[in-house]
């Protein structure tokens, strides 16, 4: 009966001190008070579970994956929620790196696709004001080059031929036959040799009336052709016209005057820089794009109209804006969160609304000042011991917009 009795108080013990352990474990206490390296010599208040769960442990402990279970200092009663202290030996083997928030002048990349256009004040036509027939095709295939003045074909003119005859009749004499020459465009050359009194020519050269290429002819040799009917277009190509359709959402960042960079399929490796020059007053109500006009110089030859192309626009957004590393942003589809080094070892995971995304960096729009330092080094956050994820996913337990329900 005794050794029953003495085993009795040691039996009550057991069992209460399980049920104060288990109370510790729910209100998050600290029965252990045990000291951990994590938290630079100080007090562990709990672990809490690695992968964001609930449940605590007053001891060191691992879950079912082996993945051991995250200190909370006792003196981090003061940080903000989610607050995660890692030792300083920890950080440096982990790599950890930081970058100082400061405001700085950023730049929006706008891509967009486009195709390559003749530049439509480059453009001219050959449609001789008097009617005839062609005798002689000088430039006789598409795709020619001509210089200005370069004969292209040589025509017979019966209407020509009276007004030059009229012309040597009246010499000397007021005439309006050297007028009416002038008004169908008469070479100068030619009447100048009428007013010297040479014979006049059963046939006159029509000249090309700009420099470029030849990308439209109908003129064939032997046919008659009327007043006015088109016979050679020319283009000059040494400017080209790249159309870029933009959407309607990046309209606010381009303007006339920004530098382009254009990339054609057949050239990949090499952009051809450009300007914007116009935006088209419209905006296609399908699409919801519109169109910009971008100029790109063209000496050699190798834009060609009809290519498609795709266009990067740096657009600078004007003032100084508070932006991160890209890197330091940590994006779960309904929250971004960077986390802020409090002081050496400690960070919290801060909510912040991003703005526009420019290459390497963010804009910040809240929740950032100048002065503060962000982690841009993601190495720790697959270190299991130390698994700043699980961090942040207990840190948006149960708040509106976080992964808790």
Known sequence: MKSVAKSRPGIAGVVLLVVIIATMAVTGG?????????????????????????????????????????????????????????????????????????????????????????????????????????????????????????????????????????????????????????????????????????????????????????????AVAGMRYQPGETLFRIVDTSVMWVLAEVYEQDLAFVKAGDMAKVTVNAWPDRPFPGRVTFIYPSVDKESRTARLRIEVANPDGLLRADMAATVEIEAPIPGQWVAVPDSAVIDNGKRQIVLVERSEGRFEPRPVRLGVRVPGYVQVLEGLKPGERVVTSATFLIDAESNLRAALAAFTQGQPGGDGK
């Open 30 to 218: 600290s029965a252990s008070a045990q000291i951990d390296p994590a938290c630079g010599g100080g007090k562990v208040k709990f672990y809490r579970n690695p992968m964001g769960a609930p449940d605590t442990s007053p001891v060191p402990k691992k879950d079912a994956m082996n993945m051991a279970y995250i200190p909370v200092c006792e003196d981090e009663t003061g940080d903000a929620a989610g607050t995660v202290k890692i030792s300083l030996d920890k950080v440096q083997r982990l790599g950890v790196r930081s970058e100082e928030v400061r405001e700085r002048p950023l730049a929006r990349t706008v891509r967009a696709f486009a195709t390559v256009q003749f530049d439509e004040r480059r453009q001219s036509v050959v449609a001789p004001k008097f009617g005839g027939w062609i005798e002689k095709l000088l430039v006789n295939a598409t795709g020619d080059t001509v210089t200005r003045g370069q004969p292209l074909f040589e025509v017979y003119s019966p209407e020509l031929n009276v007004l030059q005859q009229e012309f040597m009749l009246s010499r000397g004499t007021q005439s309006g036959a050297e007028g009416r020459l002038r008004n169908l465009d008469y070479p100068e050359s030619d009447l100048e040799k009428l007013r010297r009194g040479e014979r006049p020519p059963r046939t006159i050269a029509v000249p090309a009336p700009t420099a470029g290429t030849v990308i439209e002819k109908t």
